[in-house]
Nanobody, 115 residues
Framework: QVQLVESGGGLVQPGGSLRLSCIVPPRLFSDRTIGWYRRAPGKSREFVAGEVYGGGANYADSVKGRFVISRDNAKNTVYLQMNKLKPEDTTIYFC?????????WGPGTQVNVSS
């Protein structure tokens, strides 16, 4: 089954950086509606960052000024650059389209921020 595939997670110290990647099926990629989400254990999935069709992006208040969403059109890939990471950013990160929602959630990528 075709789905979005996340990668790039890992272990990083507080204050460090990671770049997550999301490979997107071409039809969905062209919609320019990809968002990043995260879900901590025992909590519901929350919005982190998302593309705005026509340009621009939205960010959750908790990551504003630290995270940046971008894309590489040649690779059908959407990135989440995460800077100044905090322990509370530790969780699994997912990407998903706001359109063509029939594409299922991928497995996610685990981010651990710890000293």
């Amino acid at each position: 089954q075709v789905q979005l595939v996340e990668s790039g997670g890992g272990l990083v110290q507080p204050g460090g950086s990671l770049r997550l990647s999301c490979i997107v099926p071409p039809r969905l990629f062209s919609d320019r509606t990809i968002g990043w989400y995260r879900r901590a254990p025992g909590k519901s999935r929350e919005f982190v960052a998302g593309e705005v069709y026509g340009g621009g992006a939205n960010y959750a208040d908790s990551v504003k000024g630290r995270f940046v969403i971008s894309r590489d059109n040649a690779k059908n890939t959407v990135y989440l650059q995460m800077n100044k990471l905090k322990p509370e950013d530790t969780t699994i990160y997912f990407c998903k389209g706001a359109t063509r929602t029939y594409y299922p959630w991928g497995p996610g990528t685990q981010v651990n921020v710890s000293s």
